[in-house]
């Protein structure tokens, strides 16, 4: 039986070798503690749009990569950063021209 702590360096080690050997995009340096979500969407996009690894069309890899970095970082992530992270998915879907995603607010 594995304990709670060993799952832990588990899924440490399985997230650090994805990010590190998978076909992922090559982020720019602190793309996800930029202040602008749209700022952090055009880096997104260009390592996207760059990239020679990913299997999956541009938007698809870029979103991909935001989702994994919010996932990851669960409830570690500050509230202030997690809506930025979320509005920069907005700003994504607008620079790919998919329609942005409906909220409580908005409606």
Same mark, same amino acid.
């Given at each position: 039986?594995? &304990?709670? /702590?060993?799952?832990?360096?588990? *899924?440490?080690?399985?997230?650090?070798?994805?990010? !590190?050997?998978?076909?992922?995009?090559?982020? @720019?340096?602190?793309?996800?503690? #930029? @202040?602008?979500?749209? !700022?952090?969407?055009? &880096?997104?996009?260009? %390592?996207? @749009?760059?990239?020679?690894?990913?299997?999956? !069309?541009?938007?698809? &890899?870029?979103? %991909?990569?935001?989702?994994?970095?919010?996932?990851? *970082?669960?409830?570690? #992530?500050? !509230?202030?950063?997690?809506?930025? #992270?979320?509005?920069? /998915?907005?700003?994504?879907? *607008?620079?790919?021209?998919?329609?942005?995603?409906? %909220?409580?607010?908005?409606?």
């Amino acid at each position: 039986m594995v &304990s709670s /702590k060993q799952k832990g360096e588990l *899924a440490g080690k399985w997230s650090q070798k994805v990010t !590190e050997t998978s076909d992922s995009l090559d982020l @720019e340096e602190g793309v996800f503690t #930029l @202040e602008d979500p749209r !700022e952090i969407a055009l &880096s997104l996009q260009r %390592s996207a @749009e760059q990239s020679q690894r990913r299997k999956s !069309e541009p938007f698809r &890899s870029a979103m %991909s990569m935001l989702n994994f970095y919010i996932n990851r *970082a669960g409830r570690h #992530l500050p !509230e202030a950063q997690r809506a930025r #992270l979320e509005q920069a /998915k907005d700003e994504l879907r *607008a620079l790919y021209g998919r329609p942005r995603k409906q %909220s409580a607010d908005r409606k």
